[in-house]
């Protein structure tokens, strides 16, 4: 205990007071000394004060954010509970913005004189989720979630410490329920933009489509360049209800182009007009090239109306020896609501882009596959991502950086190294074309 050297003179009460200590616990007592003068002398009394701390501290508000503006929830818990007991609070993480985009949590108590006075406990999640990615900050006392997009439901407890100790802590636990993807029943032959699309609709008549043969065109292109893509690609179209236009993602529909290596052997893949979603086909070329198969699978979903499509690549060793150093990619020139000249803007979980009220989301260093990130992309000038599929110019970049020209197109791949013989492996991407701030 210390002593406060505090002491006081009160006039015309003949006495002087000291308080000697100060309690370092709430069961520790302030100890009192007061000296009394009179004619006959000086007498001293001592005594002792017990300061029993506040033992009542509760969550008084919820501040829940995910990504910014309308989509802030404050929770006012007006009057908090001040009976001992578990208290549940369930909120909807509106993932319409991106799984790539933070929640915080900011818990406000109504006691903040107890130190500290709040903290969080163990996270579980329901379904797939590392607690590494929810961080606590006693300090900011924020709490931020990352990487949530398969955890279904995130259980975080929120502890709150009044004056009087942890004896009386309160606990108070929140579920953020993470909405899944959902895949489209169906898709429907769609004509769009002189070509045939397989558009799958949400329940609130949003759209997305997509359809393979789609091929660049050569007038395009800047100098003769002998190693552009050729042959079919894959080309992806969505429409916002309420919108006046579709949107395509690639210029002037010409589509992403994909690449397969082997060592110094590299081929493209033709996937024609007539390719069945997700068909292996043999990869044409020398050496092992020859072994392979690849092939793309394209899946669409919707969270609150914000459509997604997923692209699952696809390759496997069909030969009876090992393929060493195996690499697939694919290229494509950007395009977003009829603009071409929008640089993709760096984000944690790959690159977006926006024109008009469209805004054009690609996860490939999206954290919900941190296994399956890429290894490399490129993106710089139309033109050339063809020579740069395997290439890599955006790692060193910073979050909220342009990337690219600007009539910018762009280039990814992943290392796959040596694949045994009949082995198979996939890669996926996903791309969401939704309304600017939903």
Not at 215 to 242: C, K, M, V, W
Not at 329 to 341: L, S
Not at 395 to 422: F, H, L
Request: hydrophobic share 30%; glycine share 10%.
């Amino acid at each position: 205990m210390a002593d406060t050297g505090f002491s006081r003179i009160i006039p015309d009460k003949g006495y002087v007071s000291t308080v000697l200590t100060d309690p370092e616990t709430s069961d520790t007592p302030y100890v009192v000394i007061a000296e009394v003068v009179d004619g006959a002398g000086t007498r001293t009394y001592r005594g002792e004060v017990t300061i029993s701390k506040p033992s009542v501290n509760t969550l008084s508000s919820l501040s829940i954010e995910h990504g910014t503006g309308p989509d802030t929830r404050d929770r006012i818990l007006n009057p908090s509970p001040f009976d001992s007991g578990i208290y549940v609070y369930d909120v909807t993480a509106n993932v319409s913005l991106g799984y790539g985009r933070s929640i915080r949590v900011y818990p406000v108590t109504t006691d903040p004189l107890a130190v500290p006075f709040v903290n969080v406990g163990s996270i579980t999640a329901a379904g797939s989720f590392d607690t590494d990615d929810a961080e606590w900050n006693p300090s900011t006392r924020e709490l931020t979630i990352e990487n949530y997009a398969d955890a279904q439901v995130i259980t975080v407890p929120i502890v709150v410490t009044p004056q009087s100790g942890a004896a009386d802590n309160q606990t108070y636990t929140l579920h953020i329920n993470v909405p899944e993807l959902d895949e489209v029943a169906g898709y429907t032959p769609t004509a769009l933009f002189g070509e045939t699309y397989n558009v799958g609709t949400s329940t609130n008549n949003n759209k997305m489509g997509f359809r393979f043969g789609a091929e660049l065109d050569p007038t395009h292109y800047p100098n003769p360049n002998p190693n552009q893509a050729s042959g079919g690609g894959l080309d992806i179209a969505a429409f916002r209800h309420g919108e006046a236009n579709w949107s395509r993602l690639t210029y002037e529909g010409g589509g992403w182009h994909y690449k397969v290596k082997s060592g110094s052997d590299e081929e493209w893949i033709d996937l024609a007009a007539g390719y069945n979603n997700g068909d292996l086909q043999n990869v044409s070329g020398t050496g092992d090239l020859a072994d392979l198969q690849f092939g793309v699978e394209v899946k669409v979903y919707y969270v609150d109306g914000m459509p997604y499509a997923e692209i699952i690549h696809k390759v496997k060793n069909n030969g009876t020896s090992t393929v060493n150093d195996v690499q697939i990619g694919a290229a494509f020139d950007i395009q977003v609501n009829g603009n071409d000249n929008r640089r993709p803007i760096k984000t944690a979980y790959g690159f977006e882009m926006t024109e008009g009220n469209y805004e054009f989301g690609l996860y490939c260093r999206n954290p919900e596959w941190a296994e399956q990130s890429v290894s490399t992309f490129w993106a710089g000038q139309f033109g050339y991502e063809h020579d740069n599929v395997f290439e890599d110019n955006t790692s060193e970049m910073n979050i909220g950086e342009p990337a690219g020209s600007t009539d910018p197109a762009a280039a990814y791949s992943w290392d796959i190294g040596p694949m045994p013989a009949g082995s198979e492996t996939s890669r996926t991407i996903r791309i969401s074309l939704g309304l600017l701030g939903e």
